[in-house]
């Protein structure tokens, strides 16, 4: 990527988080992205946008031929960076905390533990908070026993552990640490009121830290052991469960797009947004994909979110919410942050909150017919809900809409848009023969008759024997790929078949695929969307194509940086991560196909 020189490359970053906050840690050992007390919160590191201005946490190795390795410790967010060099080695340990009742009341701290392992290495330690996208440089006050708070605005930070800082002038801290084999030095980063900092802090031992460490990593352990698929896929899958999961608000079920703001999709242009909320679409794939694997739990926690989130209301229906619930997301642009290497505007909020989506309605009777199919009927107040979109899919359905992409042109008669609403029918359908609920069976099954035929008449291509984008469009979409799994068409159909083959001629893009192409009201040209990707690799091996899936599915793969992680869309030419990182919707289509796939080798797909 061109630009300022001084920003690694998105592929550099890794993840950690609890569950209500995240951050990204460099290869080199510095946190340049976190925001808490919540995904959505502002930010208290802000590199990643700001250079200068943004601040962050680093730790780094002093010497010149001191090179680094990293992982992720089994079957967890715990970060391991390996430091070394011909003298010497040391690892750097980094997680947020968690413990057992977090999802209410979380530790709310950051845990960065460097651990010797041969010969004796130094590190020079820098803490340089700033509040609210880098708008607030904070005040340094020292407490007892060697405790800092870094207070500003509403936001405070408490900077602890047996690592000696002093303030550098009065808004940073900085140190040194020298470890040597089975030695230890500690630093936590913990979020606080500062209206709380009024008395000292509370004084963490080394053994606590320790024991909070342990209690991360036995978390985690303990969460990605629900989830099985055996097979050479089964690792990476397992993988991106745990990304999906690090995405999911604990306390009210919300699953967002990925941690971070205005990374580019494309240099230059205006394709930057906030991800950090949550939605309807992607959430409902993910806790698809995450039962695919036999995590079921997070299923219930989204379909109560939202129910919750939409006052009980069809009408009142968002395409996405925050964290929390919200419902204002009000897109603003920050003048006081550089960008990502010069990627401008910096945005917080999402103004594509305020469109029409009419695919949320089928993807919401989706999840409530899949939670059925696991044996649970809803009660009274859900099926009024269930109902209420069921008739509103079926009111709306002939409105042209922004579709499953949120393109900030006209509204079009999208064919994705138009099958969510069929979704939205068959499923009502089948919930209330299912559960023996009274619904206007004849007059849903006749809407239910007349998008279906909407759909093969003005949404399929005849002389090219292929779906199509939109009524009235030539071109193919990447979303037509769902087509399968949705229900409305077999996997095996001709149709189908040949819409397959025209995504790969007409999206293909150096050997990944882009999701459209066709005039969206935005300047500048995009990467390849790996999701698409994934989903087409899905549909061939549904297909029985296992070759084509393969290398598909590899090809997309292969995207991933070195912990696995996957951004929204990937640079062929230059070979680099574009969009926000990393991104839910890639990782549950990852596993998605991961699972299509397990069935081509013969593995069961729980183990």
């Known amino acids: 990527m061109r630009g300022d020189g001084r920003y690694p490359a998105i592929a550099d970053y890794a993840l950690i988080g609890d569950c209500h906050s995240a951050a990204l840690v460099s290869r080199a050992g510095s946190i340049d992205w976190c925001c808490m007390p919540r995904f959505d919160s502002g930010s208290v590191f802000g590199r990643l946008l700001d250079w200068d201005r943004g601040g962050y946490c680093s730790v780094t190795p002093i010497g010149t031929d001191v090179h680094s ?11 391991e960076t390996t430091f070394a060099s011909d003298a010497a080695e040391a690892r750097l340990i980094d997680c947020f905390t968690m413990r057992q009742g977090g999802a209410y009341d979380p530790y709310g701290q950051i845990l960065r533990v460097l651990e010797g392992v ?34 500003g605005g509403n936001d405070a930070l408490v900077v602890a552990g047996d690592v000696s800082l002093r303030p550098a002038d009065d808004h940073d801290l900085v140190g040194r640490v020298e470890v040597r084999p089975g030695r230890r030095s500690r630093l936590s ?46 690792p990476g899958a397992i993988h991106s469960a745990i990304v999906l999961k690090a995405l999911t608000n604990a306390s009210t079920g919300a699953i967002v797009a990925a941690p971070t703001t205005s990374l ?55 395409v996405m919410y925050g964290p929390g619930g919200e419902r204002r ?39 409530a017919w899949r939670w059925r199919e696991l044996g649970h009927s809803p009660d009274d107040d859900y099926w009024r809900f269930v109902v209420d979109l069921v008739e509103t899919a079926a009111r709306r359905w002939t409105e042209p809409d922004h579709g499953i992409w949120e393109t900030r ?56 024997g292929t779906f199509v984008r939109a009524f009235g469009s030539r071109g193919v979409d990447g979303s037509l790929l769902l087509l399968p799994s949705l229900g409305f068409v077999g996997d095996d159909d001709d149709r189908m078949v040949r819409t397959v083959d025209a995504v790969r001629h ?80 890639t990782h549950l289509s990852h596993i998605a196909a991961a699972c299509a796939l397990a069935d081509g080798d013969g593995s069961p797909k729980n183990g």
């Open 329 to 367: 997301l009000t897109e603003l642009e920050l003048t006081n942050l550089h960008g990502y290497r010069g990627a401008r505007p910096v945005r917080i909020g999402n103004a594509a909150a305020e469109q029409i989506q009419l695919d949320c309605y089928g993807h919401l009777l989706d999840l």
């Open 118 to 151: 041969r010969g004796r290495m130094a590190f020079d330690l820098r803490v340089n908070p700033r509040f609210d996208y880098g708008e607030v440089r904070p005040w340094i006050r020292r407490h007892r026993h060697g405790i800092h708070s870094a207070v």
């Open 409 to 464: 042109g006209r509204p079009q008669h999208f064919v994705h848009s138009k099958a969510m609403c069929w979704v939205a029918l068959d499923r009502g359908i089948r919930l209330a023969e299912d559960a023996g609920r009274p619904v206007p069976q004849r007059r849903w099954r006749s809407v239910r008759r007349q998008i279906r035929d909407a759909i093969l008449d003005r949404g399929y291509d005849g002389r090219k």
């Open 264 to 318: 580019p999709e494309a240099l230059g242009g205006e394709r930057n947004w906030d991800y950090r909320s949550s939605w309807i679409r992607d959430s409902v794939f993910a806790v698809r994909a995450l039962a695919q694997l036999g995590c079921h739990a997070e299923a219930d926690g989204f379909r109560r979110f939202i129910e919750r989130s939409a006052a009980g209301s069809a009408a009142d229906l968002r």
């Open 189 to 234: 980063i913990h979020y606080a009121k500062p209206e709380t900092l009024e008395t000292d802090p509370e004084r963490l031992s080394a053994s606590e830290l320790d024991r909070r460490l342990n209690e991360a990593i036995e978390w985690w352990e303990r969460w990605s052991s629900k989830a099985r698929l055996a097979g050479p896929n089964g």
């Open 69 to 79: 390795t990293r992982r992720y410790l089994d079957g967890t967010l715990v970060l």
């Open 506 to 585: 007409q999206l293909a893009a150096g050997g990944l695929y882009v999701r459209y192409r066709a005039r969206d009201g935005l300047e500048g040209t995009e990467g390849a969307f790996l999701v698409v990707s994934f989903w087409l690799a899905e549909c061939l091996a549904r297909q029985g194509r296992w070759g084509e899936a393969r290398e598909t599915f590899d090809a997309a793969c292969a995207t991933a940086n070195d912990v696995g992680l996957f951004a929204e869309q990937y640079d062929t030419q230059t070979k680099s991560m574009l969009g926000n990182f990393p991104q839910g919707l």
